[in-house]
């Protein structure tokens, strides 16, 4: 598996947690890379332009708009960063990279629907591999309140498609 890692930090800024993300990225690449073929991934790290999505997030947040590149930023100022590094990055490098082979495969989606089987997916992997049923992506983007049909539909959704992952394999 070819992952490569790059840190932007010429301010310094990410100096208290550089080391331990990019531990944290390598460990939790080769867990994915046991349930998921990725392959040529670039991973960049850098300090949140805009840390106040993040709030809630514990400080770290994640987005991959192609098959062979994740984007991790970090906010070094959120009061937990450090103690939440290893689960929540963990958790977003795992999601993150689901994403990355639904790109590869092919099928990414298009609709809102392809979207909310997508993070079913991403979040279906952060718990085969950590056993978290609350991942910080489905907090920050399912919480539909007390609303348990959508619960339902989520969790059926995304074990009926992980078939369409496996597939695309």
Known sequence: MSISIHVLNSSGRLNAVQNDAKRIIRHTSQKVQKLLAIDNVDIL???ALYPEPLKNMGGI????PSA???QITIDPDHKDVKKNLHTVLSQTIAHELCHVKRWEAGVMGKTLA????????ADYVVFTLTGNTSSVQKNAIFH??????????????????????????
Not at 114 to 121: A, T
Not at 144 to 169: E, M, W
Request: proline share 0%.
């Open 45 to 47: 790290v850098m300090e």
């Open 61 to 64: 947040g994640g987005y991959s």
């Open 68 to 70: 062979h590149f994740v």
């Open 114 to 121: 392809d979207n909310i089987v997508s993070e079913g997916l």
């Open 144 to 169: 539909v309140g007390q609303d348990t049909r959508l619960d339902f539909f989520l969790f059926n959704t995304t074990c009926r498609s992980i078939q369409i992952l496996r597939l695309a394999n």
